[in-house]
């Protein structure tokens, strides 16, 4: 802390109180010692006066008389035993007596002024230096009268010395008796000074610490004048900056928190552009360190211009600004939604902008998916129309069709409506699986039974492309919690997809085991095979390897979709190893549903 006797405000109020009582006490000294010094005179000439009035007594027989040594003799003496010199002069002005000097050595004294004051207003004073005593001296002259006539004077002087001496001893009494009460109230003066500086610097130096940021500092100033009122609001000021500043804090980890855990990237830019936040997700999506782009331009952090484009044009235009950028990244080609939105501060000015980046890439995708998907049921469903609507026009218009001819023409409709039919029966399969599993019965189920009967109706399918079906059952129930329908659905499309993609002469195992509480049917072909780029796209819809070909079979391109729904609805996977020309195998994996009985492993061939 600042010592005290250090602070400017201290000497600021002492030095007003300490001239005033300096000034006080040097007036009061000079009235007094002015006053007694007139006192002195005043003393020392009525000193002069009684003298001289009683000299005059002495003098009065002698001073009409020729110069009498026997009274000078007495005037001598006298002098010699009061101190004061005196001097009786003859009305002509001649010397008669006196007591310091030889009369017969001194001027005439009648034109001296006392004399000549005396002789008109019956007293005279003056004082000067004298040459008799070589020294300033004050006189004081009287008539003598004789008979009621004037005749002669009586002077009484004193030297200035002994006056002087007179003076200084009052001017020490006085300045002593005034030097102890000024140092007194100087004394007073400097601790009154210091009581009203004291808590200042306390205050001072508080209010430094609260604003360096030390809110649990308090002054402690108990008075009951308008210092302690001041201090009290001090205090309580600090402890509202204190309580506001919590609150600010507690408001300011919330926001943090909650633009941490935003899915979408929230950048945050001052009026220069410079970055003064950027959450996780917006680090993510621009793939920008957020600590080091921290006071950096935006345009310097990230090389997606149009970041910076959306964030200043909100700026100038003060709107808020929409727009979409597309984002490559090694992972994949996203596509970002920008919405820059102006930012104003507590005077409503434009202070900077921040720019929220929603990931928008899977609706973007999804929405392209389902135009394909619109023109690829439009393309299905036209062609075999397309074909039946030729047909039938030819047999319009040919009347006179053979009937063998006819016969086909008309085994060719059945075979396009069958198509036709297959198609919009597949598409409601799809359609009911896609509303999630609210489209779906759940149920304890054995799935055996599904893959057996899969199996037996499509055993003929098989035999007629010289195709051998062998299905591979393990003897306990694998018992899972599935929609029966959807089940047989998935293996349907599986083994008739085997059956298909093989040709004569080739083999289909299909075999049912449980792995690790899961049900495990895999369903391998020595068939065409998938070449390893198509494989990831089988299960999409619409999807064919070999357009032509899936068509001929019947095929939809819907069926392994079908599958990989299904298997997701269950909770399960669907896996695709794959040679071209060696053949094909499509392993499902679902849950056992919990407490099945079926704990052994392994498989048994019917
Ligand atoms: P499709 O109705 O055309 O069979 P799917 O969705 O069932 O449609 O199958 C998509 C495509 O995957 C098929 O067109 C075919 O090219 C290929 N495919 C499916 N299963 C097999 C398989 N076992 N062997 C070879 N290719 C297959």
Redesign the pocket.
């Known amino acids: 802390m600042k010592p005290i006797f250090r602070s400017r405000f201290l000497w600021e109020l002492y030095a007003g109180y300490a001239a005033v009582i300096i000034a006080t006490a040097m007036v009061v000294g000079v009235v007094l010692v002015r006053d007694a010094e007139h006192g002195v005179l005043e003393h020392i000439r009525d000193g002069l006066q009684r003298d001289a009035v009683l000299v005059r007594d002495i003098a009065a027989p002698y001073v009409a008389l020729p110069p009498d040594s026997s009274f000078e003799q007495r005037i001598r003496a006298l002098g010699a035993r009061t101190g004061t010199r005196y001097t009786v002069i003859a009305l002509d002005g001649t010397v008669l007596a006196d007591s310091n000097e030889d009369p017969k050595t001194m001027d005439n004294h009648r034109d001296r002024p006392e004399i000549m004051a005396a002789a008109n207003n019956g007293m005279g004073t003056s004082t000067r230096f004298s040459r008799t005593v070589s020294a300033p001296s004050m006189y004081l002259a009287i008539p003598v009268m004789k008979d009621g006539v004037l005749a002669g004077f009586v002077r009484t002087s004193s030297t200035l010395e002994a006056i002087r001496q007179r003076s200084d001893a009052v001017r020490r009494g006085i300045a002593l008796a005034l030097v102890l009460p000024v140092a007194a109230a100087l004394g007073l003066g400097l601790l009154v000074a210091r009581s009203f500086t004291r808590p200042l610097l306390d205050m001072t130096e508080t209010a430094r610490a609260v604003a360096a940021g030390d809110h649990a500092r308090r002054l402690h100033i108990h008075r009951g004048d308008e210092i302690g009122v001041l201090a009290d609001a001090l205090n309580t000021m600090t402890g509202q900056l204190r309580a506001q500043i919590d609150t600010m804090a507690t408001d300011r980890n919330k926001t943090l928190a909650i633009l941490a855990g935003m899915v979408e990237g929230v950048v945050a830019v001052d009026r220069e552009e410079r970055v003064v936040h950027a959450n996780a997700a917006a680090q993510a999506i621009l793939g920008i360190d957020g600590r080091a782009s921290l006071g950096r331009r935006v345009w310097e952090v990230t090389r997606v211009v149009e970041v910076s484009e959306a964030l200043g044009e909100a700026m100038r235009q003060n709107r808020v600004r929409v727009s979409e950028v597309r984002i490559p990244t090694a992972q994949k080609d996203q596509v970002i939604q920008l919405t820059a939105t102006p930012l104003r501060n507590a005077g409503d000015a434009i202070d900077g902008a921040v720019v929220v980046l929603h990931d928008v890439s899977e609706l973007r995708q999804l929405e392209a998916v389902r135009r394909d998907f619109v023109a690829n049921i439009s393309h299905e469903l036209k062609t075999p129309l397309t074909a039946i609507r030729g047909l039938v026009e030819t047999m319009i218009d040919d009347r006179a069709m053979d009937a063998e001819t006819r016969e086909r023409f008309i085994a060719k409709i059945g075979d396009q409506s069958t198509r036709l039919s297959n198609l919009v029966s597949d598409l409601l399969t799809l359609s009911r699986l896609e509303s999630g599993a609210s489209g779906l019965r759940f149920e304890a189920m054995d799935l055996r039974e599904t893959v057996a009967e899969s199996c037996r109706t499509q055993i003929h399918a098989a035999e007629t492309r010289k195709v051998t079906l062998t299905p591979g059952l393990p003897g306990a129930p694998v018992t899972i919690d599935g929609d029966v329908e959807a089940m047989r659905e998935l293996v349907d499309?599986l083994v008739s997809?085997?059956i298909?993609?093989t040709p004569p002469g080739g083999r289909v195992d299909v075999k049912l085991a449980t792995e690790n509480g899961s049900a495990v049917l895999e369903v391998a072909?020595t068939?065409?095979?998938?070449p390893p780029e198509e494989q990831s796209r089988?299960f999409e819809r619409f999807?064919?390897?070999?357009k032509a070909r899936?068509r001929q079979m019947g095929?939809?391109?819907?069926?392994?979709?079908i599958v990989k729904h299904v298997a997701l609805a269950h909770g399960g996977t669907i896996s695709l190893k794959s040679a071209p020309g060696r053949g094909?195998t499509f392993r499902v994996q679902v849950g056992l549903k919990p407490g099945n009985s079926s704990r052994r492993e392994g498989t048994r061939s019917e």
């Open positions: 499309n997809n085997a298909k993609y072909d068939g065409i095979g998938i089988v999807y064919r390897v070999d899936s095929g939809t391109g819907l069926g392994l979709s094909s």
